[in-house]
């Protein structure tokens, strides 16, 4: 039987504007393999944000529509509009993870009807998931949904990175910026893992909340003697692996400089071609969308490139992502539990007030939409 369900949608049109909507798609029953879930919670990540905005002016944003089918308004600039110029036209559902009830299942999998799963895959801000049985974690009981809706995009990127670091012969960590949701699990995973952190943060209040949660090397960007702190907190960890998601300005470009710079200091002899140290930085996120400048005074053993969970669990070794999602539900509570500003309905989200919340991507502002009430 297909049934309706309710789906937040995200268009942009070829004149320049974005639309987000609320959609009724067809619901097929569930086949060999897959799970109906009623969504219960889904989180805002910031890597949600690019395909719910894309790149509109948010300051252009205008409520219409009507209170059955709200619709929420942005222009697209010209130049953003032809970056995105491949997802023109076309009506796309959102939202990276989530969590709910298993209402119905496939043949096989009976079994799971009734229990809560965490699950990924796309398309979860709606009222119902047709997903494969693959994708979910099952919850432990008693667990809330609240509990399970980010328990993969933050805390399988947090062993992600640690992983990355093992398999390039790495032993530590530079992290910006680091008081995020993501950050502060990154803290707790490498204090129990006794592997050495950089935590780059924006503030002395963010500093201070991740010296609370037991990290030893905190430095603050916004300091007068940021470089100083850096390199001072490289040289005592030893670190030659860095992950950016500020991705736009000089961030990556100052941590292959302070990894070079304790290099340098290292060597026997004078070498004009600077250190043989390999020093690597991933840019993982958006959160400046400038230009990402590179001021070379690094040498010429670096590298520079990009990192995404979901390219980096397809690579993975099936044991290893196993070994993560094992982690992640034992330690869900603890390490991998997440914090949220406030909870909305996907009707909030189209509203200026709340999309504007939303794409702030402020470090302890986050969102969790909760489907049940449309």
């Not at 402020?362 to 909760?370: E, S």
């Amino acid at each position: 039987m297909t049934r309706s369900n309710l789906e937040l949608r995200s268009t942009i049109t070829a004149d320049g504007m974005l639309r987000l909507t609320l959609e009724s798609v067809p619901l097929p029953a569930p086949g060999k393999g897959e799970l109906l879930v009623r969504i219960e919670a889904a989180p805002v990540n910031p890597s949600d944000l690019g395909l719910l905005f894309g790149p509109a002016d948010m300051t252009t944003l205008t409520a219409g529509g009507s209170a059955d089918a709200p619709v929420l308004s942005a222009q697209v600039p010209p130049r953003g509009l032809a970056a995105v110029r491949a997802r023109v036209g076309q009506s796309m559902p959102v939202g990276n993870e989530g969590a709910g009830l298993v209402v119905e299942a496939g043949p096989e999998l009976q079994h799971l009807v009734g229990k809560r799963v965490a699950m990924i895959g796309g398309a979860m801000y709606a009222q119902f998931r047709l997903v494969a049985a693959e994708a979910c974690i099952v919850l432990p009981e008693g667990a809330t949904a609240e509990q399970g809706a980010a328990l993969f995009v933050n805390p399988l990127t947090a062993l992600g990175f640690v992983e990355t670091m093992r398999a390039e012969g790495h032993t530590a960590i530079v992290h910006a910026p680091a008081a995020s949701n993501l950050g502060q699990m990154l803290v707790k995973i490498c204090k129990d893992d006794g592997i050495g952190l950089v935590n780059i943060v924006r503030s002395p209040q963010q500093a201070e909340l991740l010296r609370g949660i037991g990290a030893t090397h905190v430095v603050d960007s916004s300091a007068s003697d940021f470089a100083q702190a850096l390199e001072q907190a490289i040289s005592e960890t030893g670190a030659t692996l860095g992950f950016d998601a500020i991705g736009g300005g000089e961030m990556t470009s100052m941590m292959l400089n302070a990894m070079e710079a304790v290099a340098l200091r290292r060597m026997e002899s004078y070498d004009r071609y600077g250190s043989t140290t390999m020093k690597q930085v991933y840019i993982y996120g958006t959160l400046d969308n400038a230009p990402t400048v590179l001021k070379r005074g690094f040498g010429f053993s670096w590298r520079v490139g990009g990192w995404l969970l979901f390219h980096f669990l397809s690579r993975a070794d099936p044991s290893v992502a196993r070994r993560m999602r094992e982690r992640v539900v034992t330690e869900m509570t603890t390490t991998f539990a997440s914090h949220y500003t406030a909870t909305v309905s996907l009707r909030d989200v189209l509203t200026p007030e709340v999309a504007l919340a939303c794409q702030r991507k402020a470090t302890g502002a986050k969102y969790l939409i909760v489907p049940g009430g449309e």
